[in-house]
């Protein structure tokens, strides 16, 4: 019994032997293998994480505030403003161009990614202080960016500056107004001297206005204050007066119409608002839509598009509009051409 106990003790003793024997030869972890496992963790961790999301700031440069301008900015917000990564910082220069002048080059200096401007003159503005940068500009609102000195060609832009267009369909607002004034003769037009797009505009214009029987009768101002005197001098010269996409002219309307309307002279708008606001009628440009095409373009360009190669567009689906209100003070008869023309009346 002694003896057979005897064996067991020391067959226990020699199992117990080779087990630490064989957990002494497995080699203890180095201090690099140490320090490895935890970043090795660290980095398949970091490469199942999804990446940070790129965001952009977009300085928005308006000129100033009028009803067609408003609307552009409406169109791009509409569609810039559902895209997270997006954030605006809209400006408004008091269609000043000192004022527009420095509001870009504050958009530089924060290095925005890109600025967008609306009107002309906020173009030119922006462009100039992006000039050195590779800060890319988008407009809207320009009715001739080849004249505005902000293109090479509205097919290929060649500069850091590409955008849309609100040309107007001079055919088809002479067209109109023939048909609701089938016996005037004088056309007449009040436009700023200094805004590149109505100078462009008024070349169109006298080229155009023979076709459809009519001499054209300009004013030029130059500032807000020139307008009461000017439009009151225009008004003794003509039968009807038609608005370009001036700036000056658009913003300050109510004095143009005031004086239109004491002398018992229909002035045709460039735009539904326009009309709304008393104009007799227009073949409107849709400018809620001119923002939206400049939106998703903006959108190109963030995407890795070339603003320089990116060709100009144009929204060219213009509609006659009509104030009943003003046709009937006029005591005009509705064409039966434009039986089907959007109506509108006079908002207060």
């Given amino acids: 019994m002694n003896r057979t106990y005897k064996t067991v003790v020391a067959l226990m003793l020699t199992f117990l032997l080779s087990l630490f024997a064989f957990a002494g030869c497995a080699a203890p972890a180095t201090a690099a293998e140490a320090t490895q496992a935890p970043e090795a963790a660290a980095t398949a961790e970091a490469a199942e994480a999804p990446a940070a999301q790129e965001t952009f700031t977009i300085g928005v440069l308006q000129f100033g505030s009028h009803p067609s301008l408003d609307n552009c900015y409406a169109g791009i917000e509409e569609v810039l403003g559902a895209d997270s990564r997006i954030t605006l ?13 420095t509001i870009a080059k504050n958009f530089v200096a924060k290095n925005y990614d890109m600025i967008i401007a609306i009107a002309t003159p906020a173009a030119t503005s922006a462009l100039a202080a992006a000039a050195n940068t590779q800060i890319p500009v988008v407009f ?16 290929v832009p060649g500069s850091n500056c590409t955008g849309t267009s609100d040309i107007l369909d001079f055919s088809a607002q002479l067209e109109l107004i023939r048909a609701l004034q089938p016996d005037a003769v004088n056309l007449g037009v009040l436009y700023t001297t200094s805004e590149a797009n109505s100078v462009s505009q008024l070349k169109q214009l006298n080229e155009l206005a023979p076709e459809y029987g009519f001499t054209v009768v300009s004013q030029g101002v130059q500032t807000a204050a020139d307008i009461p005197q000017a439009a009151a001098t225009l008004c003794s010269q003509v039968d009807a007066i038609t608005n370009f996409t001036d700036n000056n002219v658009v913003n300050n309307l109510g004095i143009l119409l005031e004086q239109a309307n ?15 606001a008393g104009c007799l009628a227009s073949v409107s440009l849709d400018y809620v839509a001119l923002g939206r095409v400049t939106g998703q373009m903006v959108l190109d360009v963030l995407g890795g598009a070339d603003a320089s190669a990116m060709a100009v567009k144009t929204i060219t689906d213009a509609v006659p509009v009509i104030n009943t209100d003003v046709l009937a003070a006029f ?4 064409p039966d051409a434009y039986q089907n023309a959007t109506m509108l009346t006079t908002e207060e």
């Fill in 331 to 334: 005591g005009f008869t509705l």
């Fill in 89 to 101: 910082d809209l400006q408004i220069g008091n269609f000043d161009t000192p004022t527009c002048d």
């Fill in 140 to 155: 809207t609102a320009v009715s001739d960016p080849v004249a505005a000195g902000l293109v090479d060609s509205l097919e």
């Fill in 262 to 276: 004491a002398a018992g002279v229909p002035v045709y708008g460039s735009e539904d608002t326009q009309v709304s």
